[in-house]
């Protein structure tokens, strides 16, 4: 680790614009501009003495708005991490730790992890760079006049920052720490669906797996680096061939197909319209277009959104034996698969919303326009991240500008993806008994996908004054829930309820991991099974019939009222007296549940400390879904 008086010599020059703090090698002094400690901001000040210690020296209360980047939130042990300081025209990274009587030790002192943004016009044998697709696929409307760009829309989901996304870079950090025995297998598993363009050019080419970290693909002087951060990109979907594994389970985990050519132009690139020109985009991109109506399918979806992935134990010893054998850790298309949605809705139908009367490529001017266009916003729920890179996109090199229709998109699909009523509500005899039913409205587990994710039943009741004189499920600003297990101790997990009597109890939907010796895990190398899986059932869901891989596991199996479609939850509270009480059910979404990040903190790296000072700065960390209120008094 480098020592900060070896930076000393450097000569101050000026405050980068991307810096969250400066030191002035002149006068040993470090400058915070926007400190925040239990919600107020600071400017602070503080002395560097050699060889790792600083003294906090002024403290400035600040006022006003505020850039959410400039943030570093300081967390409850009094620490907080600094990602980028400001030392002449360099940036550096440490993590600064509380010893008391306003003295910190400097730990883990590095360059700062700073990407810029990389090559979007290119060609490589087997792709062509999402660029070189804007040149005709941006500039789109529809019959309203509404602007349908593809690559422009495309830009702003989490598919074209697959690589950028610094939560995926802090996870392969931490498995590759927790299991470095293991790293061929994380490095290849994670960036085939990741950055699966420099994944599979790299395995054409006959080249070894490319480390994702450190040297690999994330650094520009890597030869698959634009490649891997264009993400999952045009050219890889629409090249995925329909012919066998295609739609089977052999072609899912990230076993889809791109077919190899000799000749460029030759390259299929597969559209959901037929009679299409083949001249322009032979000549202009190298590609020539052709219909297949696979690309409409939900199985090419499932190419990577259902994944099963191996597991170990703490040598990194792999024990599954087979892909039937490892731990499922996302199966969206198979939980839609046995529901009732496989008959009527496709993954595209909910996830790339229609429109009509759209030319679907800017050039040549006299194209037919077509209807049932699908946008390419790729509709999800992860409002955290996508507000994360738009707000950190300098530092994490995102090229696009502007995700605020993307994050209202987010919240949106969040808010239409349930609803909640509260039933049979009773005031007698100092009890106040009612039933809280959640409908699910999603084709598949709510929530589903990556296992950090978690949909919390918040519930309170008012008195005929308006305090609250109950409350379960209550979130934190820094996404903890009072009450909860697993937010309280890693080792322990909420259970699933049917009736709650106490405040202590809180309805939790989630999917909790366990490893080989049954020890709840957040570890994905070390997962074996889960030991609880109550995610919210879409319809036509049957729990006596669904596949290991997507069964429901824990209470919830026998909960006769965890059923296809939802969940009810009886309410029995006790020292009620008689008066008019508001009951307000709601449900609450997390991208990342608490005790995934608290044990995600734990790790000592660049990648993971700026995602936790990222994480740690948003307000977005909770989303309120659907709710319900009702009034009850003795009698009513």
């Keep these: 680790m480098r020592r900060l008086i070896l930076l000393c010599g450097l000569q101050f020059v000026a405050t980068l614009c991307m810096a969250d703090a400066t030191f002035n090698a002149e006068t040993s002094q470090l400058h915070i501009p926007y400190i925040q400690y239990q919600e107020q901001l600071y400017q602070a000040d503080l002395t560097y003495f050699p060889p790792d210690k600083l003294r906090l020296d002024g403290v400035i209360a600040q006022a006003g708005m505020v850039d959410l980047a400039a943030i570093v939130p300081v967390y409850s042990d009094i620490s907080f991490q600094l990602s980028r300081i400001a030392v002449g025209n360099q940036l550096y990274a440490a993590d600064l730790q509380y010893l008391g009587d306003n003295v910190f030790q400097l730990h883990n002192l590095n360059e700062s992890l700073i990407a810029l943004p990389s090559r979007t016009q290119f060609q490589s044998k087997h792709f062509a760079g999402s660029g070189v697709c ?29 690589t950028r996304d610094p939560f995926w870079q802090a996870k392969v950090r931490s498995e590759l720490n927790r299991t470095p025995e293991l790293s061929h297998e994380i490095n290849n598993t994670c960036s085939r669906c990741h950055a699966p363009m420099a994944n599979e050019e790299a395995r054409k080419l006959q080249d070894p797996v490319q480390a994702i970290l450190d040297e690999g693909i994330l650094n520009p002087k890597n030869p698959y680096h634009d490649l891997a951060m264009n993400g999952v990109s045009c050219s890889l979907c629409h090249q995925i061939s329909p012919d066998a594994p295609f739609g089977s389970d052999a072609g899912y985990s990230g076993n889809f197909t791109v077919n190899s050519y000799a000749n460029s132009r030759d390259r299929l690139i597969y559209g959901p319209y037929q009679n299409v020109l083949t001249g322009p985009m032979q000549n202009f991109a190298g590609f020539t277009p052709v219909f297949s109506k696979h690309i409409k399918s939900s199985e090419l979806c499932a190419s990577c959104h259902d994944l099963t992935t191996p597991y170990s134990d703490e040598n990194g010893q792999i024990l599954s034996h087979n892909a039937e054998d490892e731990f499922p850790e996302q199966m969206p298309y198979s939980e839609w698969l046995h529901s009732d949605y496989a008959q009527t809705d496709s993954c595209q139908a909910c996830h790339m919303p229609r ?84 409908n699910s409205l999603t084709g598949h587990k709510l929530p589903t996908g990556y296992p950090s994710r978690r949909v919390i039943l918040h519930v309170t009741i008012s008195d ?54 049954d020890k709840i895990s957040y570890t994905l190398l070390r997962a074996k099974s889960y030991v609880k899986d109550n995610r919210l059932l879409p319809l036509g869901f049957n729990k006596e019939t669904a596949a290991n891989k997507i069964k429901v596991q824990g209470v919830a199996e026998s909960d006769v009222d965890f059923i ?33 990040a608290t044990d995600l903190f734990q790790d000592k790296s660049l990648e993971v400390s700026r995602f936790k000072q990222m994480f740690n700065a948003s307000s977005l960390k909770s989303t309120a879904m659907a709710s319900s209120q009702k009034t009850v008094s003795a009698g009513i």
């Design 134 to 162: 804007a040149q005709c696929h941006n500039g789109l409307k529809d019959q309203d006049g509404n602007d349908v760009s593809i690559v422009s829309a495309w830009e702003t989901s989490m598919m074209a920052n697959a």
């Design 355 to 438: 429109a009509d009367g759209v030319a679907i490529a800017s050039r040549p001017s006299n194209l037919t326009k077509r209807n049932d266009f699908a946008q390419h916003g790729f509709l999800g729920s992860n409002r955290l991240m996508l507000s994360i890179l738009q707000t950190y996109r300098e530092q994490l090199g995102v090229k696009a500008t502007d995700f605020s229709k993307s994050i209202l998109n987010a919240e949106q699909l969040l808010q239409d993806a349930a609803k909640v009523e509260i039933n049979n509500s009773e005031l007698s005899n100092g009890s106040l008994n009612f039933q809280v039913k959640i």
């Design 464 to 517: 005929s004054l308006g305090a609250i004189v109950f409350e379960s499920g209550k979130v934190n600003a820094d996404g903890s829930v009072v009450g909860l297990d697993s937010d309280e101790n890693l080792a322990r997990y909420e259970p699933h309820y049917q009736t709650i009597e106490s405040e202590q109890q809180v309805q939790v939907y989630e999917a909790v991991m366990q490893d080989y010796q």
């Design 564 to 596: 296809a479609g939802g969940d009810a939850v009886q309410f029995n509270l006790k020292q009620f007296p008689e008066q008019q009480y508001n009951i307000k059910a709601e449900l609450v979404y997390q991208t990342m549940g608490y005790a995934f």
